[in-house]
T-cell receptor, first 109, second 111 residues
Framework: QKEVEQNSGPLSVPEGAIASLNCTYS??????FFWYRQYSGKSPELIMS????GDKEDGRFTAQLNKASQYVSLLIRDSQPSDSATYLC?????????FGKGTRLSVIA | SQTIHQWPATLVQPVGSPLSLECTVE??????LYWYRQAAGRGLQLLFY??????ISSEVPQNLSASRPQDRQFILSSKKLLLSDSGFYLC??????????FGPGTRLTVT
């Protein structure tokens, strides 16, 4: 059973702080990694993809991948109340994407 | 650019009634298509995926079925709904890079 684990939260951070979201996965052959944001009552929205070890930055978002540790993270700098949502980690190996259950982030103004 | 449509947006159906949810994608050819269900407060459950017309893979055996009659059309069906079928149904598409893009979803309540 291929698994993707995330802390369910809620993770509360003050406005302007860095939010750090973490994800571990069990399938060692995984090659592609994705972060989705899901607002309450809405469908998930792709915000980052990462395929190689290291960091990938896009605006206020940075994805970090460590395949040896089977660990992927998402950093959100200068967190805003509008970032309050559930963040889903997804991992692609030899099967369709496997999603974690998500971490609920709350940014406090 | 690519667009994915789902309808209806919300649906209330009695137990034992049939179901048909439709998903269409615009702006791409030969997409991979997916149906997910998200129950209240729970994660995404992959129900079916398709890599081409008439090719359907089922991830979870249940009273649901899927069909892909055209390249960019994906249909989720049931002959008799159960209470446990309630949830948020999401259609998604991906290209060869496996980045999945979701439609707006259908919220189904079985009463």
């Amino acid at each position: 059973q291929k698994e993707v684990e995330q802390n369910s939260g809620p993770l509360s951070v003050p406005e302007g702080a860095i939010a750090s979201l973490n994800c571990t996965y069990s399938d060692r052959v995984s090659q592609s990694f994705f972060w989705y944001r899901q607002y309450s009552g809405k469908s998930p929205e792709l915000i980052m993809s990462i395929y190689s070890n290291g960091d990938k930055e896009d605006g206020r978002f940075t994805a970090q991948l460590n395949k040896a540790s089977q660990y992927v993270s998402l950093l959100i700098r200068d967190s805003q109340p509008s970032d309050s949502a559930t963040y889903l980690c997804a991992v692609k190996g030899n099967t369709p994407l496997v999603f974690g259950k998500g971490t609920r982030l709350s940014v406090i103004a | 650019s690519q667009t994915i449509h789902q309808w209806p947006a919300t649906l209330v159906q009695p137990v034992g009634s049939p179901l048909s949810l439709e998903c269409t994608v615009e702006g791409t050819s030969n997409p991979n298509l997916y149906w997910y269900r998200q129950a209240a407060g729970r994660g995404l459950q992959l129900l079916f995926y398709s890599v081409g017309i008439g090719q359907i893979s089922s991830e979870v055996p249940q009273n649901l079925s899927a069909s892909r009659p055209q390249d960019r059309q994906f249909i989720l069906s049931s002959k008799k709904l159960l209470l446990s079928d309630s949830g948020f149904y999401l259609c998604a598409w991906s290209g060869q890079d496996y980045e999945q893009y979701f439609g707006p979803g259908t919220r189904l309540t079985v009463t």
